[in-house]
């Protein structure tokens, strides 16, 4: 099944990665579904700086979605 990539799938994270709370269920889910979007949105200025963070990385391995090397 294609993916559509679109960053506002990853809304279910934000407080995991703003806060590092653990991330929920849907976060999870959500995580694995735009991995294949991860590079094109690490390509844009302005979901990168959101999405390059340590916790956004940590975030991706508590939901065993390892994070891209672009």
């Not at 269920?25 to 990168?48: A, G, S």
């Amino acid at each position: 099944m294609a993916v559509t990539c679109n960053v506002a799938q990853l809304s279910s994270c934000v407080s995991a990665i703003t806060s590092a709370t653990p991330p929920s269920k849907l976060c999870c889910t959500k995580i694995k579904e735009q991995k294949p979007c991860l590079c094109q949105y690490l390509r844009n200025p302005n979901v990168k700086k959101f999405i390059n963070t340590p916790n956004a990385k940590k975030v991706a391995g508590t939901c065993g979605t390892p994070f891209p090397k672009c």
